[in-house]
């Protein structure tokens, strides 16, 4: 089992940044990669960024490329988000996951942190 826990989430105006972290525990041997996604209310889950635990390749969705930088730092089990330019379209609950492998789906979920961007 892996166990993540994610931290950073707050209020910000727009035009603001925010620095997530997801603090991976357990069987952190297993993890393949990391990923962020983010649910706004009434809206479905959507993927945000994603990074190769060992060869730290990262992954973006269209809406964040050239706004949000994912990276992980390995010796603490630790990814983060860091978030520029914030909209309030932003605005979401950002949960960290986790797999095994390139084809498995995402099993290992954090509880999720608030992001709120005010216009």
């Known amino acids: 089992q892996v166990q993540l826990v994610e931290s950073g989430g707050g209020l910000v105006q727009a035009g603001g940044s925010l620095r997530l972290s997801c603090a991976a525990s357990?069987?952190?041997?297993?993890?393949?990669?990391m990923g962020w996604f983010r649910q706004a209310p009434g809206k479905e889950r959507k993927f945000v960024a994603s990074?190769?635990?060992?060869?730290?390749?990262?992954y973006y969705a269209d809406s964040v490329k050239d706004r949000f930088t994912i990276s992980r730092e390995k010796v603490k089990n630790t990814v983060y988000l860091q978030m520029n330019s914030l909209k309030p379209e932003d605005t979401a609950v950002y949960y960290c996951?986790?797999?095994?492998?390139?084809?498995?789906?995402?099993?290992?979920w954090g509880q999720g942190t608030q992001v709120t961007v005010s216009s």
């Open positions: 990074i190769s635990w060992n060869s730290g390749s990262t």
């Open positions: 357990g069987r952190t041997f297993s993890i393949y990669d």
């Open positions: 996951a986790a797999r095994r492998s390139a084809i498995a789906q995402y099993a290992y």
